[in-house]
């Protein structure tokens, strides 16, 4: 069974690996790619590409959070959707239960599974 490298051993082995890969030439590159590649199990082409590319990140870099597009009407547009469909359904399994009532005998559980009463017809 192989052994994986963690996400974060790989990623400090390639950017010590970028400068010296990318200051190498042609015959160095080769072997710099064959030990990353043997070491990562990386596909060739993805390492290659990896080391050329590589940028050191700063530690501290802050991750910028995308502002959120809805307003306060579309917002409570939400809340009044939301409230229409549960009268909706309401309504709609009020019905149900009156055609229930009125073709066939029924039990029906008080208790509710999931949030749905249980009827059994007979």
């Known amino acids: 069974m192989e ?3 963690s996400l974060s051993a790989r990623q400090e ?3 010590s690996l970028a400068t010296r890969y990318r200051q190498a030439k042609r015959p160095d590159k080769k072997k710099i790619l064959d030990e990353f590649t043997a070491v990562t199990s ?3 082409k993805y390492a290659s590409a990896l080391l050329k590319h590589t940028v050191q990140r700063k530690a501290d ?3 910028r959070r995308r502002l959120r597009r809805y307003n306060v009407r579309l917002r409570q547009r939400g809340v009044t959707s939301a409230a229409k469909c549960e009268s909706a ?3 709609l399994r009020a019905r149900i239960e009156c055609r229930l009532h009125e073709r066939a005998r029924f039990t ?3 208790q509710p ?3 749905v009463s249980i009827i059994l017809c007979k």
């Open 113 to 115: 599974f999931m949030g």
């Open 108 to 110: 029906r559980f008080d």
């Open 13 to 15: 082995l390639a950017a």
């Open 42 to 44: 990386y596909h060739r």
């Open 3 to 5: 052994r994986t490298m």
């Open 61 to 63: 870099a802050q991750v």
């Open 89 to 91: 359904l309401r309504i």
